[in-house]
């Protein structure tokens, strides 16, 4: 199985500040990168597709970037309703897998 | 606009089963994969399957081989995932989500708590 890590899986900043997220793919999984965030209690939310596509109705402020097996999610400006969890998957090789998590909390 | 809507919260005893149902909307059915996706309480996100939701043809994840059953019914615009044998450790937020196009998830369902408890 491809293991995904994420790096850090917590962080805290300030509202404004430009936040990165890094995930580790095990293998290289080409561009079938996805990325999420997830509120308390509610469903995630897709964020970007194929490493760096922004979903509609997403945020400018959410960017992604990366290749073979690192990639990062940039937050240029973060916002109070930032404040959750993110998560990136990989669908490039059965079975999907998904990040550990990077919990985002605002100072 | 597309919607998922889940089945209610479920509580079962060790040894029983399970089915949730997710009612999609405001796309084509079977245009789109259906995938499953369960969250263990304050853990991460773990794939179990998908359904072609034109064909029915599953795949699921090894580790859900032989105790998750993955239905569709196109009539009602339903998919389903019936998981037996429930251990504690099956205790989890369960998700539907349609594939948008590769295996990244665009919309999801509001999740169905299924807990296990005797």
């Known amino acids: 199985d491809i293991q995904l890590t994420q790096s850090p899986s917590f962080l805290s900043a300030y509202v404004g500040d430009r936040v990165t997220i890094t995930c580790r793919a095990s293998q290289g999984i080409h561009s079938y990168l996805a990325w999420y965030q997830q509120r308390p209690g509610k469903a995630p939310k897709l964020l970007i597709f194929a490493v760096s596509t922004l979903q509609s109705g997403v945020p400018s402020r959410f960017s992604g970037s990366g290749s073979g097996t690192e990639f990062t999610l940039t937050i240029s400006s973060l916002q109070p309703e930032d404040f959750a969890t993110y998560y990136c998957?990989?669908?490039?090789?059965?079975?999907?897998?998904f990040g550990g998590g990077t919990k985002v909390e605002i100072k | 606009q597309v919607q998922l809507v889940q089945s209610g919260a479920e509580v079962k005893k060790p040894g029983a089963s399970v089915t949730v149902s997710c009612k999609a909307s405001g796309y084509t059915f079977t245009g789109h994969y259906v995938y499953w996706v369960r969250q263990a309480p304050g853990q991460g996100l773990e794939w179990m399957g998908w359904?072609?939701?034109?064909?029915?043809?599953?795949e699921l994840a090894q580790k859900f081989q032989g105790r998750v059953t993955m239905t569709r019914d196109t009539s009602i615009s339903t998919a389903y995932m019936e998981l037996s044998g429930l251990t504690y450790d099956d205790t989890a937020v369960y998700y539907c989500?349609?594939?948008?196009?590769?295996?990244?998830?665009?919309?999801w369902g509001q999740g169905t708590l299924v807990t296990v408890s005797s």
């Open positions: 989500a349609r594939d948008r196009r590769d295996g990244d998830l665009d919309y």
């Open positions: 998957q990989q669908f490039s090789i059965y079975p999907l897998t």
């Open positions: 359904i072609n939701a034109n064909s029915g043809v599953t």
